[in-house]
Structures are given as structure tokens and as C-alpha cells.
């Protein structure tokens, strides 16, 4: 089985977006790419993994940069690169691992804005994995052994944690239909389910390109 195709996946918490992601890859003998890109971005740029760990999947947490650069920074070039806070200096050397290594040929990239920052690539394929609150509560407990009774609020926290990461640093609206090419459900599909549908969606999508619509 082989794609040309760039995966992007964006997740609620609790999803199994990461699994899906990880199987699809797997599938289709290709790259797979999510905390990888931590230990990357810090080879690539020589700093360590402990700084791009405490900033993975979070926006700058500095009110006066954002009231100076709008609430979207990373459009505006009106600061140079060194004065910026470091969360958005680590965010731009991880855009750039991400855009190498999606030049490389096709691949899975879990969550870090990979959507947005490969915008302006043909060969990229967008999804976000969402399912019902209860059945990512129950995936919380059960795969990442998190406490049933603090479950809900860690799915809940979280997600405001990727949401308010993603529309910080796009011009765009974290899990909003419009922003992906698909949305699945994994409480109806199940992981294999979904990677089923993500396969065939990118056979079709490939085979209509250049066809009018």
C-alpha cells in the first residue's frame, strides 16, 4: 500500500488520535511523527529536549507580546526572532523540522499546528479525531490510567490547552470543521475504523485531483 500524501492529525484528548495516527503510519509504511518531533527539533537546532517539552502544544503565556503582535503573532513579522518569548522561538525552530521532514516524502504528523504550518503544501491531508466526552473519559482511564474521578476534567483542560495553542499560532479555529479536509468520530468508528476511512478518503481524494468539481 502506498501515498504520497502528508497526515496531519489534530485530537481531543482521549480520542486516540495519537493511536490512530501511529496505525496509519504503521499501515501504510510510513514515518510517524508526535513526540519524535521533540528530540528532532532538538537535534535540529541544538537546544535541549527539556525546553521543547515544557513548551510542546503551548502558547506563550506573555499578555504584552500578544496585545503587540495581535492574536496572531506568528502572521506578523514585526519582531525579530531572539525577541520573541521563548515558547514562539521554539515553536518556529519546530515549524521548520516540521516543514523538513514533510519535504521528505509522505508521513504522519500528530498535533503542533502541522496543518496550518504546512498550509502551503499540495500533498497534505488534514484531519481531527473528536469523540463523545464520556467514551474519551473512559480511554482516559483505561489506556492513560488517569484517576476516574479526575478524568473529565483532565480530557477537558487539555483540550483548551491544544485549542488555545492552535488558534494563537493560526489564523484559524482549533476543531472546527472548515479547518480539516475530514472529522471522525473514533467512539463510533473505533482506531481501526478510522485509519479504514482515513486510507480510503485519501485513494478518493488522490484519484479526483485535477477533476472539476
Known amino acids: 500500500?502506498?501515498?504520497?500524501?502528508?497526515?496531519?492529525?489534530?485530537?481531543?484528548?482521549?480520542?486516540?488520535?495519537?493511536?490512530?495516527?501511529?496505525?496509519?503510519?504503521?499501515k501504510l509504511g510510513i514515518p510517524f511523527y508526535d513526540k519524535e518531533l521533540?528530540?528532532?527539533?532538538?537535534?535540529?537546532?541544538?537546544?535541549?529536549?527539556?525546553?521543547?517539552?515544557?513548551?510542546?502544544?503551548?502558547?506563550?503565556?506573555?499578555?504584552?507580546?500578544?496585545?503587540?503582535?495581535?492574536?496572531?503573532?506568528?502572521?506578523?513579522?514585526?519582531?525579530?526572532?531572539?525577541?520573541?518569548p521563548l515558547n514562539d522561538q521554539l515553536f518556529l525552530i519546530q515549524s521548520k523540522t516540521i516543514k523538513r521532514l514533510a519535504g521528505l516524502g509522505p508521513c504522519v504528523i500528530v498535533g503542533r499546528c502541522a496543518d496550518y504550518i504546512l498550509r502551503e503544501q499540495a500533498n497534505v491531508l488534514n484531519i481531527f479525531i473528536h469523540a463523545k466526552l464520556a467514551d474519551r473519559v473512559k480511554r482516559a482511564t483505561e489506556v492513560y490510567e488517569v484517576a476516574v474521578g479526575k478524568a473529565e476534567d483532565v480530557c477537558l483542560k487539555a483540550d483548551k490547552q491544544r485549542a488555545n495553542f492552535y488558534n494563537y499560532y493560526s489564523d484559524r479555529k482549533w476543531g472546527m470543521c472548515r479547518t480539516y479536509d475530514l472529522s471522525l468520530d473514533s467512539g463510533m468508528l473505533g482506531i481501526d475504523g478510522c485509519v479504514d476511512v482515513i486510507v480510503e478518503f485519501d485513494k478518493k481524494a488522490t484519484a479526483h485531483k485535477g477533476m472539476p468539481i
Open 1 to 26: 500500500m502506498s501515498t504520497e500524501t502528508v497526515f496531519t492529525i489534530g485530537r481531543q484528548f482521549g480520542s486516540g488520535g495519537r493511536k490512530i495516527g501511529k496505525t496509519l503510519a504503521e
Open 38 to 84: 521533540i528530540a528532532i527539533s532538538a537535534r535540529d537546532s541544538g537546544l535541549s529536549e527539556e525546553l521543547f517539552h515544557n513548551a510542546d502544544e503551548k502558547a506563550t503565556s506573555s499578555i504584552f507580546y500578544s496585545l503587540v503582535m495581535g492574536n496572531y503573532p506568528m502572521a506578523s513579522g514585526a519582531l525579530g526572532v531572539t525577541e520573541m
